[in-house]
């Protein structure tokens, strides 16, 4: 079944996406920011590793949500709906074999490189 992984979204873009979600069936899991060390993996599975310590770090400001196991036609049924509702989130990431082994700081570092790269190679 499809589930949104949700990192760090205020309250009223938190607020149309739950609405936009239940719509379309998918469910969403608000992942606390002590998981932040956690790989994409353990959060999606729902484990844990008594060698891993909670985040004791600062958050980062921008929101992120991360696509997982999501058919191309309902995640562009979301994505669609998304800018239709004027949800603002400002990195979105598909779960992937190679990110599923990244941490949230991980995916969160290459996020912004890659927004970094694309705004360089735009100017």
Request: proline share 6%; with cysteine; hydrophobic share 40%.
């Amino acid at each position: 079944m499809e589930k949104l992984l949700v990192f760090h979204l205020d309250d009223d873009n938190l607020k149309k996406l739950k609405q936009i979600a239940g719509a379309l069936k998918i469910r969403i899991e608000l992942v606390p920011a002590t998981d932040y060390l956690k790989t994409l993996e353990m959060i999606v599975n729902k484990t844990s590793s008594p060698l891993l310590n909670p985040f004791p770090g600062e958050v980062p400001s921008e929101s992120l949500i991360v696509f997982c196991d999501f058919p191309e036609k309902k995640m562009d049924k979301l994505l669609l709906a998304l800018r239709r509702d004027q949800v603002t989130i400002d990195y979105k990431a598909v779960l992937t074999p190679t990110n599923r082994k990244w941490n949230v700081m991980r995916l969160y570092l290459e996020m912004q490189a890659e927004k970094a790269t694309y705004q360089k190679n735009k100017a």
